[in-house]
C-alpha cells in the first residue's frame, strides 16, 4: 500500500508524457516467459527488432497474462511506421484510413500492428462535448501509454528481454485487483465515452473493481454515450455481451446507471416483462459457451434478445386472423426495421436472425417428411439450440424439445416410428404415417 503510494508520488500522476521513466519488471518478477506468447506475435517483435525499431506485445494479452487468464489475440505496439511495418512483412497490409495499422499475416494467426500513437494536442479534431474525432499523430513509447485506457492496458512486453514495461503501474494496479484510468477519469471519459462501457467490462471480465475515481463520474457522464456513432456502440455491447460475463456485465451496467435510453440493446434486454427470463437464460448459455471454448454468433443472441418482441407482434397478427407463416414473416420484419437501426445491426446479421426465427415453427411439424428436411437445414443446429432455450424459459413445450433431441440421435427405425400422426388436411402425406411414438422411447442422448 504505502510502495504504492511512494511510487504515484514519485512517478507523478500529474506528469505528462514521457517525463517519467517507466518501471521495467524482469521475468524473475512477473515469471512471464516468451513461450506464453503466440509464435507469430513473437515473430514481429523480433523482425521490427531486428529492423533497428522498438515493438512490444501490448494490451489486453500483457495484462491477461499477469491475470492468469488465456489471452485472446496479441497485438503489437511499434515505433515503426505502417509503411515500415508493411515492407518488414511479406504478408501484410495497411487497413484503416484515419489511424492506420497493419495486419500482418503468420501462418494461421493474423497480428495486430499498431505505431505508437501520439498525445493528443490543442488541434485534436473533436466533437462539441469533447469526443475526440481524428486520432492520428504518431508519438515516442511514452505518450502511447499515456494514451491507453487503464493503467493494467499500458503493459508491454518485450519477447527478447522478456521484461514487462510499466509506465504507468498497471502491473501494481493488477495485483491490487483494480482498474484505474490513466489521468483525470472525467476528461478521458469525455474524449471516448465508451471507456465507461470498457471499464465495466473488463471489471467484470478480469474480476477487477473499479477504482473509485474512475467509477464515480460513469454515473453522471453517461449520457455523453447519446453522442456515439450507433455502429461503434453495437461493436461494443456486442464485445461485452460475448465476454463469457455478459450476465454480470449486464447487471453492473445497471448498476451503473448506464442504462435507460442509453443503450438501446440495453432497454430491449431490461425491459420486457415477459421475455426477461428468456433473456437472461440466452445470456447465460452464451456465457457458458464462451467458458467451454464454442462460438457465439452476434445472429443467435440478437435473435434471443428480440424473440420476445418477435412473439408479441406475431400473436397480434395471429389474432386479426393473419395466417401462421405470414405472420411471422411480418412480425419478424416489423421488430427488424425499428430494432436494427436503433442497435446498428448489419444486414448480415438480420438475415442470420431470421432464419434462426423461421426455423421455430418448423419444430412443430414432427409428421411426414418434414422432420427429416428440417435436419438438412444448414442452419438447424442454431435453430435446434434455439428451440432448448425456449423450452427450458418455458415459452416452448420442454416435450418438444426433448422430441428434437431424440430424433437427432435416433437411427433410422427409430426415428420413422418417433414421427407423429399427421394432422388433417396433411391427406397428401397420409401414406408415411407411422405409428405415434412410443412413451417408453430411450432417454435422450445429449
Ligand atoms: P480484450 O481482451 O477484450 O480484447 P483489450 O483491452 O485488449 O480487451 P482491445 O479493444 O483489444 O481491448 O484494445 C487493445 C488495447 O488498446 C487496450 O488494451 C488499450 O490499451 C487500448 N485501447 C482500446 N480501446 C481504447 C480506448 N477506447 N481508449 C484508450 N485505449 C484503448
Ligand atoms: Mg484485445
Known amino acids: 500500500m504505502i510502495r ?10 500529474k506528469a505528462r508524457p514521457g517525463q517519467h521513466e517507466p518501471a521495467v519488471i524482469p521475468v524473475a518478477t512477473h515469471g512471464i516467459t516468451r513461450n506464453r506468447i503466440s509464435s507469430g506475435s513473437r515473430r514481429v517483435c523480433t523482425t521490427l527488432q531486428e529492423n533497428g525499431h522498438k515493438a512490444y506485445v501490448v494490451g489486453g494479452a500483457v ?173 461494443e455491447m456486442l464485445k461485452l455481451l460475448t465476454s463469457g460475463h455478459s450476465v454480470k456485465c449486464i447487471t453492473q451496467l445497471r448498476d451503473e446507471g448506464l442504462h435507460h435510453g442509453l443503450l438501446p440493446l440495453l432497454d430491449v434486454i431490461l425491459e420486457q416483462p415477459l421475455g426477461e427470463k428468456f433473456v437472461m437464460l440466452a445470456l447465460a448459455n452464451t456465457d457458458e459457451r ?50 436494427g437501426e436503433k442497435l446498428a445491426i448489419t444486414r448480415r446479421i438480420a438475415g442470420d436472425i431470421k432464419e434462426i426465427w423461421l426455423l421455430q415453427p418448423r419444430f412443430d411439424q414432427r409428421a411426414g417428411k418434414r422432420p427429416y428436411g428440417l435436419l438438412e437445414q444448414p442452419r438447424f443446429r442454431a435453430g435446434y439450440d434455439f428451440l432448448l432455450l425456449r423450452a427450458e424459459s418455458g415459452e416452448a413445450e420442454q416435450e418438444l424439445a426433448d422430441w428434437w433431441t431424440r430424433f437427432q440421435n435416433a437411427d433410422g427405425e427409430e426415428r420413422a416410428q418417433m414421427l407423429l400422426p399427421e394432422q388433417a388436411g396433411d391427406k397428401k402425406r397420409r401414406r408415411r404415417r407411422k405409428k405415434p411414438a412410443a412413451t417408453d422411447s430411450p432417454p435422450p442422448a445429449a
Open 4 to 13: 504504492k503510494f511512494i511510487s504515484r508520488v514519485f512517478n507523478g500522476k
Open 290 to 339: 464462451v467458458h467451454r471454448g464454442k462460438g457465439t454468433s452476434p445472429g443467435f443472441l440478437f435473435a434471443a434478445l428480440l424473440w420476445h418482441e418477435v412473439l408479441a407482434h406475431w400473436e397480434k397478427l395471429k389474432a386479426t386472423g393473419e395466417p401462421k407463416i405470414p405472420a411471422l414473416f411480418q412480425a419478424m420484419d416489423t421488430v427488424l426495421d425499428v430494432q
Open 63 to 235: 495484462r491477461d497474462l499477469l491475470i492468469g487468464a488465456e489471452p485472446k489475440d496479441f497485438d503489437i505496439a511499434t515505433d515503426a511506421t505502417p509503411e515500415e511495418v508493411r515492407r518488414a512483412f511479406r504478408r501484410s497490409r495497411i487497413i484503416g484510413r484515419r489511424f492506420q495499422i497493419v495486419h500482418v499475416m503468420m501462418g494461421q494467426e493474423q497480428i495486430e500492428v499498431t505505431t505508437f500513437r501520439g498525445q493528443l494536442g490543442d488541434d485534436t479534431k473533436k466533437d462539441e462535448h469533447g469526443r475526440v474525432l481524428h486520432d492520428n499523430v504518431f508519438g515516442s513509447h511514452a505518450e502511447d501509454a499515456a494514451r491507453r485506457d487503464f493503467t493494467a492496458n499500458a503493459l508491454y512486453y518485450d519477447p527478447s528481454s522478456e521484461a514487462v514495461i510499466d509506465y504507468h503501474h498497471g502491473v501494481g494496479d493488477l495485483k491490487a485487483r483494480t482498474l484505474r484510468m490513466i489521468g483525470e477519469p472525467r476528461g478521458r471519459y469525455r474524449e471516448d465515452p465508451v471507456r465507461m462501457l470498457r471499464a465495466v467490462r473488463l471489471a467484470a471480465k478480469l474480476g477487477l473493481a473499479i477504482d473509485p475515481e474512475a467509477r464515480r463520474p460513469i454515473r453522471e457522464m453517461a449520457t455523453l454515450l447519446e453522442n456515439v456513432p450507433a455502429a461503434r456502440l453495437f461493436d
